[in-house]
């Protein structure tokens, strides 16, 4: 059974970069098959997908997120991460890691999801 | 901006059969856009559902089936239970290889 597990301060202030973790366990994150994506919820709201990394490193990010977003992997320690910078109250939000399948282009394992707040 | 649109809510009968939409701004929806439906309930991460347009996954229960219909992804709930009231979320993929979320549609069971 694959899970996901995000980590990472959970109070960021406003202009830094918000840095979380995700840790995968049950399978191998060079596997092959597989996207690790990045997605966020603020309260209340609807989902966000911030962007993508294959195991070769190759991303993708949402267009209206690019600029400020790095998503790199660890295949050593089977974890993947996201960056964003210069980020605001309006970035306070869950942020969920989840896995997308190469082939089929399906998301089917999610995180629990680690709530970051923007404050200073 | 692309955007993807959903019903805000909709109201069903336990036993009864509930379709909902997704639709893109950039016209028909196509299996090309790989539609995935998500299930959320208070305070939890999203379950995946469907993916691409109408395949389950594993834990799916049978009365969720997935599809195309009239130029929208759509998502139809058959015989639904009280525990099936939630969000639901789709999906869509789009060319430049990102993808972008329905607003939700908030399913009440009464």
């Known amino acids: 059974q694959v899970q996901l597990q995000e980590s990472g301060p959970g109070l960021v202030k406003p202009s830094q970069t918000l840095s979380l973790t995700c840790t995968v366990s049950?399978?191998?994150?060079?596997?092959?098959?597989?996207?690790w994506s990045w997605i966020r919820q603020p309260a209340g709201k609807g989902l966000e997908w911030i962007g993508r990394?294959?195991?070769?490193?190759?991303?993708n990010y949402n267009p209206s997120l690019k600029s400020r977003v790095t998503i790199s992997v660890d295949t050593s320690k089977n974890q993947f991460s996201l960056k964003l910078s210069s980020v605001t109250a309006a970035d306070t939000a869950v942020y969920y890691c989840?896995?997308?399948?190469?082939?089929?282009?399906?998301?089917?394992?999610w995180g629990q999801g680690t709530l970051v707040t923007v404050s200073s | 901006q692309t955007v993807v649109t959903q019903e805000p809510s909709l109201t069903v009968s336990p036993g009864g059969t509930v379709t909902l939409t997704c639709a893109s701004s950039?016209?028909?929806?196509?299996?090309?856009?790989?539609p995935n439906w998500f299930q959320q309930k208070p305070g939890q991460a999203p379950r995946a559902l469907i993916y691409?347009?109408?395949n389950k996954h594993s834990w799916t229960p049978a009365r969720f089936s997935g599809s195309l219909l009239g130029g929208k992804a759509a998502l139809t709930l058959s015989g639904v239970q009280p525990e099936d009231e939630a969000e639901y979320y789709c999906?869509?993929?789009?060319?430049?290889?990102?993808?972008?979320f329905g607003g939700g549609t908030k399913l009440t069971v009464l």
């Open positions: 989840a896995r997308e399948g190469l082939i089929v282009r399906g998301f089917d394992y």
């Open positions: 049950g399978g191998s994150i060079s596997s092959g098959s597989y996207y």
């Open positions: 990394i294959y195991t070769s490193g190759s991303t």
């Open positions: 950039t016209g028909a929806v196509t299996s090309g856009y790989y």
């Open positions: 691409s347009t109408s």
């Open positions: 999906l869509l993929y789009y060319g430049g290889a990102h993808w972008v």
